[in-house]
């Protein structure tokens, strides 16, 4: 038996599905604790666009300015700042990150391959969560995509060269506008892993009139960034971020051990480790097949993502996002040939690869709702619903499979995927905006302070920083103990707590008004001042 692939339904059947589930999901508050910070941002770039983005009013020089230009351009389109917009920016990153690997193994004549590694890439945790987060990094993988696809077809010697060098650097120089320098080396180091172990014509790459473009490219960032910050912030940006942060990272609270992505990346391409483990295998790096050539240079690419990610002292794992296109590029060509030899094989046995995989798949759909029922500890109607659908699911890839119905089983199971992706998507909001959206109550706050008053806080984070603004149209002015005291304090302040059982201690004089927890490890409050500011 063979698995048919129609040129034109089962593309746009998947790019449906990735449509459908970059959708779902974005309808809620800004989460802590990197959302309202990234909001904010675009919509003080929206109200004074500038090349040094700017938090609560100050310079905000971490990131260039890219993402928080198309941010606020969306603001700007709709005349007004939301979540939702913002969240949209990244789906639509993820959304054509997916359909750039199809579209790349399709120009490779690996259609099935390009249809399969769409969908492990469209389903699979970390792009899953990731698109629908106000983060950078969605923005700076679908550039670093167009990069290393840009980069194969040089290398490949395909289609026409200068039109692919153009692509090349400037989807490098959209990522260096986007993150800074790091979504240039992740690339390049790539494509010379490779170039290097493959003995590829690296000449074709046009090396030195591309570097000459990107150095331009960075003197032209560096130099807008002196002109419009000086020097204290050129030396921020050049210095601080893009040496200290990743040797030292300080106090950002993402210093991790070395192999820090060596349990991090399992999880990340769940629910398809199984095919990443076979992927390790030497024999799955053999070979002269169709593609072979294709699928070596999506593994060098992600290996050497993954061994500069490590390299630095910060880690995260969103940072993993650049290497996942290439990645599940790679598997998808793997699993594709896979497919094609089990689909056609006779007899009741499946294979422990496919029961496996199976079952993952089987836990990856039935595992949001059962879940999600037991953290509510109620009979929750979207919960059931989902449950019901995954069920659903789940039985007919075990009746197909037990039946040895191969092709019919190999939908089923890739449908559980989906549906797994779908269940995940709809259910955290409905379980966790309660917990992680701080604006309703910054908003209360805003009703109770006088019209045109800044909010001040102590213990104010980025995070504060970033909801208050958004939310109410208020600066944040942040306080310690010591201004409090003083002999006219604030009428009210707001106090932030972010250690789990430690209260903020206030003067004399305050009345706690209202405290909500955000989780374990957040909460806020409201203090008014009995007899009002001497």
Not at 229 to 239: D, F, H, I, T
Not at 283 to 296: D, E, I
Request: aromatic share 10%.
């Amino acid at each position: 038996m063979r698995i048919e692939t129609d040129n034109r339904a089962p593309w746009r059947h998947v790019l449906l599905l990735c449509a459908l589930l970059g959708a779902l999901g974005l309808g809620h508050g800004l989460w802590t604790p990197d959302e309202p910070r990234e909001a904010e941002i675009s919509r003080e770039m929206a109200l004074a666009p500038t090349v040094i983005p700017t938090l609560n009013g100050h310079a905000f020089i971490e990131k260039p300015p890219l993402y928080y230009w198309v941010v606020a351009g969306v603001f700007r389109g709709l005349g007004h700042p939301s979540a939702d917009a913002a969240r949209a920016v990244s789906a639509l990153a993820g959304l054509l990150s997916a359909l750039c690997v199809y579209c790349w193994a399709v120009r490779a004549g690996q259609r099935r391959a390009g249809l399969i590694a769409a969908t492990m890439l469209a389903t699979s945790v970390q792009f899953m969560v990731s698109t629908h987060w106000v983060l950078i990094d969605p923005l700076l993988m679908l550039f670093t995509t167009l990069a290393a696809w840009a980069g194969w077809e040089l290398l490949a010697g395909t289609g026409a060269p200068r039109r692919w060098a153009l692509l090349l650097y400037a989807a490098l120089a959209a990522a260096l506008w986007t993150k800074g320098l790091i979504g240039v080396v992740l690339v390049v180091a790539g494509i010379v892993a490779y170039s290097l172990a493959c003995r590829a014509d690296w000449r074709r790459l046009h090396p030195f009139a591309g570097g000459a473009f990107l150095v331009l490219m960075v003197g032209i960032l560096g130099g807008s960034i002196l002109l419009a910050g000086g020097r204290e912030a050129l030396w921020e940006w050049a210095w601080v971020n893009h040496v200290l942060r990743l040797v030292h990272p300080g106090a950002t609270g993402h210093r991790q051990p070395l192999l820090y992505y060596a349990w991090t990346l399992p999880y990340a391409v769940l629910p398809w480790l199984l095919p990443l483990l076979e992927g390790l295998r030497p024999s799955a790096w053999r070979g002269a097949a169709p593609g072979a050539a294709l699928q070596r240079y999506g593994g060098v690419l992600a290996a050497a993502m993954l061994l500069v990610l490590s390299a630095s002292a910060t880690k995260r794992e969103t940072y993993l996002l650049p290497l996942l296109p290439p990645l599940f590029l790679w598997l998808g060509l793997q699993v594709a040939r896979w497919w094609e030899a089990w689909s056609e094989q006779a007899g009741a046995h499946l294979g422990w690869r496919w029961w496996g995989q199976f079952a993952l798949l089987a836990l990856y759909a039935l595992a949001p709702p059962l879940l999600g029922l037991a953290w509510l500890r109620r009979a929750d109607p979207l919960a059931l619903l989902l449950l019901a659908g995954a069920v659903a699911v789940v039985g007919l890839a075990l009746r197909a499979a037990t039946q040895a119905r191969r092709v019919p089983a190999g939908r089923a199971a890739l449908g559980c995927a989906w549906v797994g992706a779908a269940a995940w998507l709809l259910l955290l909001p409905h379980l966790l905006d309660g917990t992680k959206d701080m604006a309703p109550f910054v908003r209360w706050v805003d009703q109770q302070l006088p019209p045109g008053q800044s909010v001040y806080a102590l213990n104010a984070d980025e995070t504060l920083e970033g909801i208050v603004p958004f939310e109410t149209g208020r600066r944040l002015v942040a306080l310690d103990a010591q201004q409090v005291e003083q002999s006219a304090p604030p009428a009210w302040v707001l106090t932030q707590e972010v250690n789990k059982g430690e209260r903020t201690p206030m003067p004399a004089g305050y009345v706690l008004e209202r405290r909500v927890a955000f989780g374990p490890n957040r909460a806020l409050a409201l203090w008014r001042h009995a007899v009002g500011p001497g």
